[in-house]
């Protein structure tokens, strides 16, 4: 079954896009939330009463994804809260798109800080209260571009694939502990992140997708939904892609 009523979920950067979706997909099956954001708080309090009007408890905290110590301060106060922790979703991420030679060392840290090393500080954080439990779902936001890279997007795609790396090997790591850990690589989906690319560019790449046509939000968030319930019970290591069949 797909319900996740009672469980509680963590999803970091949630206050827009997927991250948001997910959110809301989530609550809908009766799944307790706490979320991250860091600069959107008007988006994010929005969030919270969307949230507490499907009637679940919701916990919402500004902060850096990219840090180590908040992300395990952020843990106490799930646990704190709710005393458990079933789903993590690390779903923050950000771009900051050039071509390598004109690329900047900070547009580099920026992108592989937010994406991939918040992943790995979540994870760091979750692990031991998922060991104690003996059971947990972590769930990744990888992307098409970190199996297939993109140009102008090396901070971008590195970062992806990192992700993707992370989760096959920490899956291996877990898997005796009955804690999967899977990741979900979207292809063109509309999100703010997309919709502020050039008109021009995101013709072009509507024409590269088979199904002529970008994904939404809420078509990524059902695969979160599937692999954050018993449903994925045999499913850990593995990255699913939303793409349209782009690849």
């Known amino acids: 079954m797909t319900n996740l009523s009672g469980k509680t979920a963590l999803i970091t950067g949630a206050s827009r896009g997927i991250g948001r979706a997910i959110a809301t997909m989530y609550a809908e099956q009766g799944c307790n939330i706490a979320f991250t954001y860091i600069y959107e708080d008007q988006e994010a309090q929005e969030l919270v009463e969307q949230l507490q009007a499907k009637d679940v408890q919701v916990l919402c905290i500004k ?106 090997s920490l899956s291996k790591e877990l898997a005796s502990r009955n804690i999967r850990v899977n990741a979900i690589a979207p292809g063109f989906i509309l999100t703010d992140m997309t919709l502020s690319l050039p008109e021009e560019t995101r013709e072009e790449m509507i024409k590269m997708i088979p199904m002529r046509r970008c994904g939404t939000p809420e078509e990524v968030a059902k695969v979160a939904v599937f692999l954050a319930s018993d449903m994925s019970s045999y499913v850990s290591g593995q990255v699913v892609s939303v793409n349209g069949a782009m690849g």
């Open 63 to 168: 902060s850096d994804a990219s840090k180590f110590d908040d992300a395990h301060q952020v843990l106490k106060q799930v646990i704190d809260t709710f005393g458990v922790i079933d789903i993590l979703v690390c779903n923050a991420g950000i771009t900051r798109d050039t071509l390598l030679m004109r690329m900047s060392e900070n547009q580099w840290d920026e992108v592989l800080n937010i994406n991939l090393k918040s992943v790995f500080n979540y994870c760091h954080a979750v692990t031991p209260y998922m060991i104690r439990q003996r059971h947990g779902s972590i769930i990744a936001m990888s992307s098409i571009v970190g199996l297939s890279g993109n140009p102008g997007q090396t901070n971008y795609a590195a970062s992806k694939a990192g992700v993707i790396a992370l989760v096959k």
